[in-house]
């Protein structure tokens, strides 16, 4: 039995409180790991003065993977930044993978399996910014590369093949933005040729936006930029249950950090009414990434289970704890 190192980043608000629950869940697995936890977020900024501490970084390195809570990042702070954001960056984990597929639940709508790959190094998120004519005037610079445009589209090109899908929807806003979402199409249209069994179809963001309400199951593959996966992921997760389950993925080449979209939701941290199942699923995602897939697939029926006998926190319209929830779920384990 391979020992995998999991490194825990439980970070700010209700990140503590589902990724206690995670490592309950894991540990209940046939699975030799070894755990080990960092600091992240406001805490760690208050205690250590960075919210992306050297050592934390270190710990992710030196990990098989990485499984992280949620972190609250404040305004106005001087010499804060979004520790997420600057974690992808400096570990160039360049590939955010968000599956969203239909749940046995009333509030999921049927027929739904997809995924939205989104390039999540870059574009707006680059952190280029500047305030002009006396903070009268801000500018936001989006910067869209051919290295990274290449990568993500070959990422998701490749995922959809080994996967499966048999098509690949390149999301973007050429018609306005030219130069920046015109490279990333350009590019798109260079790399699909490549792929003759898979189908590319190219659609603007807007357009995708409506679409992904009118019509989700016409979609398997979305490749997109950085902001716009952003929200169209969120978008996506409303049509399955909303962002208690939504899960994410952040991959590199050399490390892999796993995640719910939640965030930290302070209102609801210490209340135990936090939903664990984004942090398990995210948990899945992660042993898959390990090639783990035994015990991803046990541990993806039980919370399937769990949420099909609306065993479930309040915002899937249950009435149980987040330590209930999981309780559920480590008894169909």
Known sequence: MTNH???L??????????IKQAARVLQVLKLDLTFEQGEIGFGAYQKLGSPLPEETLSKIRSADATLFGAVTTPPNIPGYFSPIIRLRQTLDLYANLRPCQ???????????????????TEDLYSGVERVEDNGNRAISEMIITRKASEKIIRKAF???AASGYKKVTVVHKANVLRETCGLFRRIALEIAP?????QMEEMLVDTCAMELVRDPGQFEVIVTTNLFGDILSDEASMLVGGLGVAYSGNIGSEAAVFE???GSAPKLAGLHKANPIATLLSAVLMLEYLDEFEQANRLRQAVMETIRLGQVTEDLGGNLSTEQVTESIINKL
């Open 5 to 7: 190192r999991i490194c």
């Open 9 to 18: 980043l439980p970070g700010d608000g209700i990140g503590p409180e589902v």
């Open 102 to 120: 239909s749940l046995p639940h009333s509030a999921s709508r049927p027929g739904i399996n997809l995924i939205v790959v989104r390039e999540n």
């Open 158 to 160: 490749d995922l959809a």
């Open 194 to 198: 490549q792929y003759p069994n898979l």
């Open 260 to 262: 719910p979209v939640h």
